[in-house]
């Protein structure tokens, strides 16, 4: 059974930090593409950044240089560290595992930004 399990969302204020953390098990974890998405309310889920296999990057134009991903293949972890928040980057965020045989969501972690 996979599991994909986010973590490190909540309060805070605008130029503040966070890191989400997304655990997952039932995959083999180093062989998919990791990404965490976003849904604001009235809005599309939207790609936030994503992470390859192989640890290369794709990021939105509105996070570029505000927010990093990363990977622990040892820990099955993915991990978005994210600074100078806005109000604008509020949603509920998700983490993906994609390979062509499989596409897995997390339950989302709420991240709430005040101005």
């Known amino acids: 059974q996979v599991q994909l399990v986010e973590s490190g969302g909540g309060l805070v204020q605008a130029g503040g930090s966070l890191r989400l953390s997304c655990a997952a098990s039932?995959?083999?974890?180093?062989?998919?593409?990791m990404s965490w998405y976003r849904q604001a309310p009235g809005k599309q889920r939207e790609l936030v950044a994503t992470?390859?296999?192989?640890?290369?990057?794709n990021y939105t134009d509105s996070v570029k240089g505000r927010f990093t991903i990363s990977r622990d293949n040892a820990k099955n972890t993915v991990y978005l560290q994210m600074n100078s928040l806005k109000p604008e980057d509020t949603a509920v965020y998700y983490c993906?595992?994609?390979?062509?045989?499989?596409?897995?969501w997390g339950q989302g972690t709420q991240v709430t930004v005040s101005s």
């Open positions: 993906n595992a994609l390979k062509h045989w499989g596409n897995y």
């Open positions: 039932g995959i083999i974890f180093s062989i998919y593409t």
């Open positions: 992470m390859s296999s192989i640890l290369t990057t």
